[in-house]
C-alpha cells in the first residue's frame, strides 16, 4: 500500500499565499504516474485544483483563474500546491491525489487524508 500525507494547512489572510505538501511512501517498489490536488469545500463536491503528470505536465481547474502552481520533486516523491492570493472562498479542506504503479503492476489511486486551509481575517 502507498500513503499520501499532506501538511502546509492552516489559518491565513487573504491576499497571502500557501504552499502545501504532499508527500508519498511505501513499503514496496512503486513509481507515481500522476500526483493531484483535490478540495471539497463544507456542502460542497469535492473538485480538482490541479494534477501533475509523470512527465510534469499540468492540468488546472479553470476556476483557478491562473491562482494555483503545481510541482513535483520525484526524488522526494512529493508534490506542492502554491496558491497564490488566498480568497475566503477557498477554504476547504485540500486532498493529495496520487496515481501510482505499485511493484510495476499493480496501479491504483491514493488519497491522503486531508489538510484544512481556512482563509479569514
Known amino acids: 500500500q502507498v500513503h499520501l500525507v499532506e501538511s502546509g494547512g492552516g489559518l491565513v489572510q487573504p491576499g497571502k499565499s500557501l504552499t502545501l505538501s504532499c508527500a508519498a511512501s511505501?513499503?514496496?517498489?512503486?513509481?507515481?504516474?500522476?500526483m493531484g490536488w483535490y478540495r471539497q469545500a463544507p456542502g460542497k463536491e469535492r473538485e480538482l485544483v490541479a494534477r501533475?503528470?509523470?512527465?510534469?505536465?499540468?492540468n488546472y481547474a479553470d476556476s483557478g483563474n491562473g491562482r494555483f502552481t503545481i510541482s513535483r520533486d520525484s526524488a522526494r516523491n512529493t508534490a506542492y500546491l502554491y496558491i497564490n492570493s488566498l480568497k475566503p472562498e477557498d477554504t476547504a479542506v485540500y486532498y493529495c491525489?496520487?496515481?501510482?504503479?505499485?511493484?510495476?503492476?499493480?496501479?491504483?489511486?491514493?488519497w491522503g487524508q486531508g489538510t484544512q486551509v481556512t482563509v479569514s481575517s
Open positions: 491525489f496520487a496515481k501510482i504503479t505499485v511493484a510495476g503492476i499493480h496501479v491504483n489511486d491514493y
Open positions: 501533475i503528470d509523470s512527465g510534469g505536465r499540468t
Open positions: 511505501s513499503g514496496s517498489i512503486f513509481s507515481i504516474n500522476a
